[in-house]
């Protein structure tokens, strides 16, 4: 028993701190729907996929070498150029990353490409989502982001003998982080109302968990260009980037703030 309430608490550790990027991705993504509907698209987002999660979980249980096994038709390569292996799993991080590198482009380049921000503001006031296609979004992309932590706690009860037991623990554990992530979720968004200028931050955080699973899903795939495999970023260099970055802006702010003070 105190062996699987240990197993409990890794897990749910381990889905709050990999959901980081699915809370800044819910956050940033919600503020494309309707104002008033941004909270109920943030909860029903994260509810749906909180259900969805379960439900990957069992498929994942059941077909889980049929994900880490590389498709035959998707194998194969160019003389000593590239060569690749992809399976299910390479697939869905590849797809997911790069939507999330093209999402956060796209945001940054809307930011810095508009001449002024009342003109900005009436672009994205003609841009906004329905308050559905912001759910379904959401929905996706979380499905995307939890894979890993998924296959993660997979692993960390791979040792539990009751295979039944083994999923109850994964299950309660995906709940709990999921009812941790819908009360931040408002807190987070609420920030970075607030706090126009960490947008900027939070987008480029996005850009590199993108970079982040495109290089893991290159791993996946095998994929190798000119001989050489592409390797995975770690998470700690991960986590070390965003500390440089939240450092970096911080001290930044404060010294724009002294130069105005000047001024």
């Known amino acids: ?19 980081f990027d699915n809370l800044l991705y819910i956050s940033l993504e919600s503020k494309k729907a309707p104002e008033i509907k941004q909270k109920r ?15 990957l979980l069992f498929l994942l249980v059941s077909i889980i070498d049929y994900f880490k096994e590389p498709f035959s038709f998707l194998t194969g390569g160019i003389d000593d150029i590239v060569n690749f292996a992809f399976n299910g799993h390479s697939i869905i991080v590849l797809l997911g990353g790069g939507f999330i590198i093209y999402t956060a482009i796209k945001e940054i380049w809307h930011m810095i490409g508009t001449p002024d921000l009342e003109h900005s503001e009436m672009v994205e006031a003609r841009s906004k989502k329905t308050a559905n296609a912001a759910i379904v979004s959401i929905v ?28 109850i623990i994964m299950a309660i554990a995906i709940v709990v982080s999921g009812l941790l992530m819908l009360f931040l979720a408002d807190r987070v968004s609420a920030f970075l109302a607030k706090n126009k200028m960490y947008e900027v931050l939070g987008l480029f955080i996005l850009f590199i968990v993108g970079i982040m699973l495109v290089t893991e899903g290159g791993h996946l795939a095998h994929i190798k260009i000119f001989g050489n495999e592409i ?24 010294y724009q703030k002294k130069l105005l003070a000047k001024k």
């Open 1 to 19: 028993m105190l062996e699987n309430i240990f197993t409990l608490l890794m897990l749910v550790l381990l889905q709050a701190v990999l959901g």
């Open 41 to 55: 698209v943030r909860k029903v987002g994260i509810l749906v996929a909180i259900v969805l999660r379960i439900i």
């Open 140 to 167: 996706i992309m979380n499905l995307v982001f939890s894979f890993d932590s998924i296959l993660a706690a997979i692993g960390l009860t791979s040792e539990i003998e009751n295979s039944t037991t083994a999923f």
């Open 231 to 254: 390797v995975p970023m770690s998470k700690t260099t991960f986590y070390f980037v965003i500390v440089i970055l939240i450092i970096t802006d911080i001290v930044q702010g404060k």
